[in-house]
């Protein structure tokens, strides 16, 4: 501890807590107002280097070393330390202090300047007016693409007017455009910020919505000529026109033509969807539209859709014609039960003669006993075949469903009655003939029982 006085320690000392103090401290100031620095950073207490670096870009400037401020942006005020006025863009930066002769350096502090104020928008080729305060001395412009970049574009007491007029108490700048934008600083005696106001311009903006096979007709920015017209489509450029001159570049074609004050495509296409840009001579953006142009086909998604909405309704129709099938063998397969034959017939002595047979099955035999007496005593049965030809299908009659079905020609039975019948004893037929409307047939009972008389 013999190497370090009793200066060195306290320089040390204060250093590690200014630096605990204020480690990653990061402070917001309004455009245009006071900045004083923490007391630990005064020339009374602070031994070492203190240095600010603007975010603008600018250089790394020394603003306290040995006790003594370097730097004349800042002043010092007994009882409030270091004060940074009239706050602007060119204040936003950082604090840092070396705590060693090696150069490396610490941040410490962290200011960020904030425009407190709401941004005055115009759009291109308007008017910008700022009120003049008492007392002024000039009027400095800051653009804000280059903050550290400060002109002096009005002089009240040389009367250097580089730029705009006087309108009464007011500034006035006309026909605006986008290297306008910046900050607007009124500046009284020893620089001090006396009324300050931001602008910004902006670009006028269209839409247009046309269908497939129309026209459009695109109109010119109200100021300025020698326009360039820059068309861009997804990710491809197109220069139309450059500097007033066509170049007859782009996917239009013979489609498009240039007037003095628009330009003209027809017919359109769905492909002409884009962004057509106006800039001026030096670049500034004038004007943007942008153009929409909606197909009379449905677009690939729709496509998608249909074609999504007919699979599925071919399927459906495929799975119902399926089942109907399925149901239509099935009643082929079992078909509704037949109704029962007809009661058997009964012939008498011989077999009833059948027209031809609508089935190759062969008939059914049926057994029928016809009486024969030679005495007196009970009549006998004798066992002949009768041929019995299977029921024919029911013919439906003209009158339609319902109807009563007719009878063939060739009957199947010889009456309704199928009670048996007699014949008188000795009397035989060769055959019997069909039955029609010229056979007789005698319903008589007759038997040799009846001679007793």
């Known amino acids: 501890m013999s190497g370090f006085s009793l200066q060195d320690m306290t320089l040390l000392c204060l250093t590690l807590a200014s630096l605990c103090f204020c480690l990653s401290s990061a402070e917001e100031q309004c455009y245009g107002s006071t900045y004083r620095l923490p007391f630990t950073y005064t020339p009374r207490l602070f031994f070492g280097q203190l240095f600010f670096t603007p975010s603008n870009g600018g250089d790394k400037r020394l603003v306290l070393q040995n006790k003594k401020l370097q730097d004349p ?6 009882g409030s330390g ?48 700022v009120r003049i305060p008492e007392r002024p001395a000039f009027l400095e412009f800051t653009p804000s693409e280059n903050l550290a970049l400060v002109t002096v574009i009005w002089n009240y007491t040389n009367l250097v007017r580089s730029r705009g007029s006087l309108n009464g108490n007011y500034w006035d700048l006309n026909d605006i455009t986008q290297e306008d934008s910046g900050y607007y600083k009124f500046r ?8 300050w106001k931001r602008l910004e311009v902006i670009e006028y903006e269209r839409h247009h919505v046309r269908d497939e096979g129309k026209d459009i007709y695109i109109t010119y920015p109200d100021q300025g000529d020698m326009w360039t017209i820059i068309f861009t489509r997804e990710e491809n450029q197109y220069t139309l026109l450059k500097g007033g001159t066509d ?8 489609r498009l033509q240039f007037n003095p004050d628009t330009i003209i495509i027809d017919p359109l296409q769905y492909e002409d969807s884009g962004t057509f840009e106006f800039r001026d001579k030096k670049g500034n953006l004038a004007q943007r539209v942008e153009l929409e142009v909606k197909t009379s086909f449905p677009a690939p998604l729709y496509y998608v859709i249909i074609v999504g909405s007919l699979f599925l309704v071919f399927v459906i129709c495929c799975c119902v ?73 029911e013919v439906a009659a003209a009158g339609g ?42 319903d008589v009972y007759t038997s040799d029982k009846l001679n007793f008389l």
Not at 73 to 78: D, I, Q, V
Not at 247 to 254: A, C, E, K, L, Y
Request: aromatic share 8%.
């Open 73 to 78: 942006r800042f002043t010092e005020r007994a």
């Open 82 to 129: 270091l004060l940074m006025k009239d706050l602007t863009e060119q204040d936003d930066g950082v604090f840092s202090v070396s705590l060693n002769d090696d150069g490396r350096l610490m941040n410490v502090i962290t200011l960020e300047v904030k425009d407190c104020k709401d941004t005055e928008t115009k759009y291109y080729g308007g008017v910008f007016s």
């Open 188 to 195: 009284g005696k020893d620089n001090k910020l006396l009324a």
């Open 247 to 254: 170049q007859m570049s782009g996917p239009f074609g013979d």
């Open 321 to 393: 014609k399926k089942c109907c099938c399925k149901k239509s063998s099935s009643k082929r397969n079992n078909p509704a039960p037949q109704p029962a034959a007809a009661p058997a017939v009964y012939y008498h002595d011989t077999t009833q003669p059948t027209g031809p047979s609508q089935s190759t099955a062969s008939p059914a035999t049926v057994y029928s006993y016809q009486p024969t007496s030679t005495t007196d005593g009970p009549p006998t049965y004798n066992q002949v075949n009768v041929s019995v030809n299977p029921p024919r299908p």
């Open 401 to 442: 469903q319902g109807a009563t079905p007719l009878l063939s020609n060739s009957s199947d039975f010889i009456s309704s009655d199928s009670d048996p019948r007699f014949d008188m004893k000795g009397i035989s037929f060769a055959s019997a003939p069909p039955l029609n409307s010229d056979t007789t047939i005698s």
